[in-house]
DNA sequence: GTCATATTGAGGTGCGCACCTCAATGCAAG
DNA sequence: CTTGCATTGAGGTGCGCACCTCAATATGAC
């Protein structure tokens, strides 16, 4: 039989109670009562029952993900995976909802941030982009005892919160070598579209894109960042004028999630030149054009792995325990019409 | 508050104890009974509390993981896998254990599954090469109350159990897409190595290979494929000759998990040639060669999550639940030196 | 020594459920 | 009507722990 908090406290010469001091790390302990139980722990070996903490404790955890309002195809799938959590998760009295608010104004995400009632939410996972009024409202947050992710984002590390989401510099990398390679030896012009490259995320990307493609692939040149600003009509406009000026571009590169834009107006201008095209985040769109063949990569983040991820995060440091790094690494993946899984 | 049993008792105007009968479905409930409860659940949304239902049953679980004895690198790494589960299962109280037996013998590895005592063990994950004495010994587990998975091998799937793993057709065609499009124009042929032809992994992943090389890339020819019976010096013969015969060979793509044996053969004998290599599985071999960019993409199903999957699906149908199909999915992870992601 | 404070012990209650017993009811066949 | 069986109800116990109260002891300062 597994021993129990009262075999520990036999082991430990001590009552009861004391071990209960000690497990829960109430006051009034003293130092040589802690280094007992300690002691006996490890020599009986025990562990305290999970279901027995969570029913006497009977806490209901609280986590929100904080995610931007704008309705692009992958944030909808966030969204669904987080309704998707919710679900599974009532079984253990968590609430996990998701809050879509305007990220335009760092202003106002700070002051959403900073109006966050922390006696009423245990964690929040927040996708947001890099701005210090943001950065003070997440430190002010982790000091009120809410539990903070970093989630998905551009942002930069902070070392009092977790990060979930992949390296973005090795994620331009990726697609830096899928593009090279799948190009061959023709050499050209490689086109960069992103909706914004005031996003962190977006420079990490590049960097890591460009990194590989100049050590290793001299033959090809990526051309400087094209951005859409999410407008059909810019996009049209500016990547047509690139591709008529840049008559050898063999490829283009979308940085952002939001590929439909950019890729539209790709194969409006492009005029039957095959063009290699790598993007980011598997979307219902990017996954039809890799069936379709007019994408040759995608370069994902599975979020549903990232919702879970953040989820068990949020609810081991609530919890006081420290979260098992091995299984919460986000996985750079690539995708091809080969290994899409499509059920 | 959440509602508890005796609400759901209450709402349904039964007692405590026929609602406790129809939640655990014991004998002696009337049918317009069972379908009351099944309303009030519905109306008052009712859920049990797990945590409770772990501590009142205060059951632990059994679970074993049969694998290869053979030591290759993957099944290292998978064992450490199936270890470090164990270590973070103690606490849920379920037990987790490997055992390796030898498979050469399929009557013996039957043997084995037969005599598994099936009140000592609630459910078993077996990585066993397709057999039929094996698949019978399979069904009799399943038919004495024993949660089957089929874990990452090449067996034919069975309805009455679960399968954990990638759709091996898929990897190889992921592989042949993958190496089709690095090797470029460049006509040739290919090589195709495996420890055994015998396994039908190997042979599913050989068609899917074929598939795409012969749909996709008609200027590329894929050889017949060599096999290693893991023996070095056999290895180096064929491979050899294999090269010397076939000098406008571009490409070889290692259908096994060991890569070792066969790669290294090639590079003896390779004499200068860039090849494209594609292996499968990440193990610390094919890990160094691609840093190394000895290989140039392998491709993987992360044993990590394969057993955490195998896991969760026998706890579940141990619970009588039903494994939440989305999560389970094991994916078929292209892995290049830019997403490797070492730590 | 006395007092104040820190530390410990004993014991109880309740979390939500599973599982058990025993009595009480219903219903049908005879 | 009685007998037999299926169904239901009432009530208790225990799972392992958190959290609480109150008393008992230890430790220190003075």
Redesign the pocket.
């Known amino acids: 039989?597994?021993p129990?908090?009262?075999d520990l406290a036999e082991a430990a010469?001590?009552?009861?109670?004391?071990v209960?001091?000690v497990?829960?790390e109430r006051?009034?302990?003293?130092p040589?009562?802690a280094k007992k139980v300690a002691e006996a722990i490890e020599r009986i070996g025990f562990i305290?029952?999970p279901a027995?903490?969570a029913?006497?404790?009977?806490k209901t955890y609280r986590f929100r993900f904080v995610v931007p309002a704008s309705g692009d195809q992958y944030l909808d799938e966030l969204i669904s995976r987080v309704g998707e959590a919710k679900e599974a998760l009532r079984a253990e009295s968590t609430d996990v909802e998701a809050a879509q608010i305007p990220m335009s104004d760092p202003h106002h995400v700070a002051k959403y941030l900073s109006a966050i009632d922390c006696e009423a939410v245990d964690g929040v996972a927040v996708m947001a982009p890099e701005s210090p009024q943001v950065r003070d409202a997440l430190m002010r947050l982790v000091e009120r005892g809410v539990k903070v992710v970093q989630f998905l984002s551009g942002q930069e590390r902070m070392q009092s919160a977790d990060y979930v989401g992949v390296d973005n510099f090795a994620a331009g990398a990726t697609a830096g070598k899928i593009a090279g390679r799948f190009i061959g030896a023709r050499p050209g012009k490689i086109m960069v579209v992103a909706e914004t490259m005031m996003a962190l995320d977006s420079i990490q990307r590049r960097l890591g894109f460009d990194s590989i493609i100049n050590a290793q692939f001299p033959h090809l040149q990526s051309l400087p960042s094209l951005e859409t600003y999410a407008d059909e009509k810019r996009a049209g406009l500016v990547i047509g004028r690139t591709l008529h000026h840049n008559p050898d571009t063999v490829a283009v590169y979308v940085l952002s999630s939001e590929a439909r834009v950019p890729l539209t107006a790709v194969w409006n201008a492009q005029g039957g030149r095959p063009l290699t095209v790598v993007a980011h985040e598997r979307t219902p769109f990017s996954e039809q054009a890799l069936i379709d063949e007019r994408i040759d990569a995608v370069i994902a983040q599975d979020p549903g792995h990232a919702v879970r991820s953040a989820l068990r995060i949020m609810r081991a440091r609530s919890d006081h325990r420290e979260p098992l790094a091995s299984q919460e690494r986000i996985r750079i993946e690539v995708l091809l019409k080969e290994n899409l899984q499509v059920e």
Do not use: E, F, I, W
């Open positions: 039989m597994r129990t908090a009262k010469g001590l009552s009861l109670a004391t209960d001091r497990l829960n006051p009034n302990v003293s040589k009562a305290r029952n027995a903490v029913l006497a404790r009977n």
